[in-house]
């Protein structure tokens, strides 16, 4: 397995406008996803831009940005291409899609991700945390990942996901973290096909691989780390970052026990 970790990133964003360059401890938020990306150690570690303000950023830190056609549809889309753009030869056979917004992710988690790819019957690797609240599993900003981890295992199928509380009956419910790691003939394919009735109806982008057959595996981590999508999350991830000790903390978390 020859991973090549991608950050989509463009500044297009309605309710946090210019959120890649937003400000945290001192330096754009894109650098801080970087960082943690390249310190987990995984692979390569590229920002996928749509922007060229994105990409000089990148670049005058010394880090890879791949520029990307600012229209492409979503982050899969761009991940693929500078995927494509990058690697022609196809060295790297799995792609880590990192979220740009992640600024707290744990360097471990891009470990973590890859442990259902190795299972062969596995398209599509992704992380689910236990859901720890009522108000975390009734809100529908909260994915929910259908899925059942047997005694003392680390990675279960992830036949389905919702917005709303699945499955029903007794149990644990599991909040879906949107770091994905995808075999990469299984992006390509799915770059392909049409938006599927089941992503329209929950707006759920990986329902569109469930329908089409692939199998999606989920890792199990201990806490989900939280993304920045508003004013507010903006501030409180300055509030975090700025404390001293908690990027090293945020940093230490890893995969569940």
């Given at each position: 397995m020859k991973p090549l970790i991608l950050i989509p990133s463009r500044l297009a964003a309605t309710r946090l406008p210019r959120k890649p360059l937003a400000e945290i401890a001192g330096r754009p938020m894109i650098l801080h996803v970087l960082a943690r990306a390249a310190?987990?150690?995984a692979g390569p570690v590229a920002v996928a831009s749509g922007d060229a303000e994105i990409s000089a950023v990148v670049r005058a830190a010394g880090g890879?940005?791949?520029d990307t056609d600012p229209a492409l549809p979503s982050g899969s889309d761009r991940v693929f291409a500078a995927a494509e753009a990058f690697d022609p030869e196809g060295r790297f056979d799995v792609l880590v899609n990192?979220?740009?917004?992640?600024?707290?992710?744990?360097?471990a988690y891009l470990a973590a991700v890859l442990e259902p790819l190795a299972d062969p019957g596995f398209d599509i690797a992704t992380l689910v945390a236990p859901i720890t609240s009522e108000a975390e599993k009734e809100t529908p900003a909260v994915v929910?990942?259908?899925?059942?981890?047997?005694?003392?295992?680390?990675?279960?199928?992830?036949?389905?996901?919702?917005?709303?509380?699945?499955?029903?009956?007794d149990g644990p419910f599991w909040h879906h973290i949107g770091i994905y790691a995808w075999r990469r003939a299984a992006l390509a394919r799915f770059v392909r096909l049409p938006p599927s009735p089941l992503e329209l109806r929950e707006k759920l982008e990986q329902l569109r691989a469930l329908e089409a057959g692939m199998r999606i595996g989920a890792a199990q981590v201990a806490e989900a780390p939280w993304g920045v999508d508003t004013p507010e999350d903006l501030e409180r991830a300055r509030r975090a970052l700025e404390q001293?000790?908690?990027?090293?903390?945020?940093?230490?978390s890893g995969p569940a026990a």
């Amino acid at each position: 397995m020859k991973p090549l970790i991608l950050i989509p990133s463009r500044l297009a964003a309605t309710r946090l406008p210019r959120k890649p360059l937003a400000e945290i401890a001192g330096r754009p938020m894109i650098l801080h996803v970087l960082a943690r990306a390249a310190a987990a150690g995984a692979g390569p570690v590229a920002v996928a831009s749509g922007d060229a303000e994105i990409s000089a950023v990148v670049r005058a830190a010394g880090g890879i940005a791949i520029d990307t056609d600012p229209a492409l549809p979503s982050g899969s889309d761009r991940v693929f291409a500078a995927a494509e753009a990058f690697d022609p030869e196809g060295r790297f056979d799995v792609l880590v899609n990192l979220q740009g917004d992640l600024p707290t992710v744990p360097p471990a988690y891009l470990a973590a991700v890859l442990e259902p790819l190795a299972d062969p019957g596995f398209d599509i690797a992704t992380l689910v945390a236990p859901i720890t609240s009522e108000a975390e599993k009734e809100t529908p900003a909260v994915v929910k990942a259908a899925c059942m981890f047997a005694a003392g295992a680390r990675v279960a199928p992830a036949p389905y996901f919702s917005r709303n509380p699945v499955p029903s009956g007794d149990g644990p419910f599991w909040h879906h973290i949107g770091i994905y790691a995808w075999r990469r003939a299984a992006l390509a394919r799915f770059v392909r096909l049409p938006p599927s009735p089941l992503e329209l109806r929950e707006k759920l982008e990986q329902l569109r691989a469930l329908e089409a057959g692939m199998r999606i595996g989920a890792a199990q981590v201990a806490e989900a780390p939280w993304g920045v999508d508003t004013p507010e999350d903006l501030e409180r991830a300055r509030r975090a970052l700025e404390q001293p000790g908690a990027a090293a903390h945020a940093a230490r978390s890893g995969p569940a026990a």
